[in-house]
């Protein structure tokens, strides 16, 4: 079954600057990528998303990348904000209703 | 917060006891998932159903129990065989119409052995 690799599991930086998470998956077959957040003790919330048929997809500051070859995809935080501050959730599945297969995980913290 | 509702918000277990969690969604899905996490970690599949009166096992069914008798509705007992079942429960639900396949989350049931 599909299994999804996501680093780093916790990730500090300067307000202002950048913050970028990988995740890795190992089925070629799946071809929905969404990525969600988190705040503490609230319910995940999809903040982007992309399919196998677009390399890289932008909503304001957040971008998310897929390579398909490797098998990787990643989500672009740019100008983050203290709001950033949050546990991000990566995933993976095939589509129409499939399993979804999530990440374990990255705690981003945006210091002031 | 519409959409899709889990009930209760805390629930306490005793040992030996079966206990049930409800999640209800009017977003007219037809699939809805069960997915337990624990501190620190991601979002681990008990469950999952893609139609009413089916449903699948997700990679840690063992000790849970699941029914779909209604689209709006899916229902999680854990059973007294689910020895650890301290964690933070959500229900989801995500449509097959077109390529929509989002998630969409409950607030969750946060379930503790007293």
């Known amino acids: 079954g599909e299994n999804v690799e996501q680093h780093p599991s916790t990730l500090s930086v300067q307000e202002g600057d950048s913050a970028v998470i990988k995740c890795t998956y190992s089925d070629s077959a799946s071809n929905y990528f969404p990525w969600y957040k988190q705040e503490l003790g609230k319910r995940p919330q999809l903040i982007i998303d992309i399919r196998s048929n677009v390399g890289e997809k932008k909503d304001q500051r957040i971008a998310v990348t897929l390579n398909k070859t490797a098998k990787h995809f990643s989500l672009h935080i740019t100008e983050t904000q203290p709001e950033d501050s949050a546990v991000y959730f990566c995933?993976?599945?095939?589509?129409?209703?499939?399993?979804?297969?999530f990440g374990p995980g990255t705690r981003l913290s945006v210091l002031p | 917060d519409g959409g899709i509702t889990q009930s209760p918000k805390y629930l306490f277990r005793k040992e030996g006891q079966n206990v049930t969690l409800s999640c209800e969604q009017n977003l007219n899905h037809d699939a809805m998932y069960w997915y337990r996490q624990d501190p620190g970690q991601g979002l681990r599949l008990i469950y999952y159903?893609?139609?009413?009166?089916?449903?699948q096992k997700g990679d840690i069914a063992e000790g849970y129990s699941v029914s779909r008798e209604k689209k709006e509705s899916f229902p999680l007992t854990v059973t007294s065989a689910q020895k650890n079942p301290t964690a933070f429960y959500l229900c989801?639900?995500?449509?097959?119409?077109?390529?929509?396949?989002?998630?969409?989350f409950g607030s969750g049931t946060q379930l503790s052995v007293l």
């Open positions: 989801a639900s995500s449509t097959f119409i077109g390529t929509n396949e989002k998630l969409f």
């Open positions: 995933a993976a599945s095939l589509s129409y209703g499939q399993n979804f297969v």
């Open positions: 159903s893609q139609i009413v009166n089916d449903f």
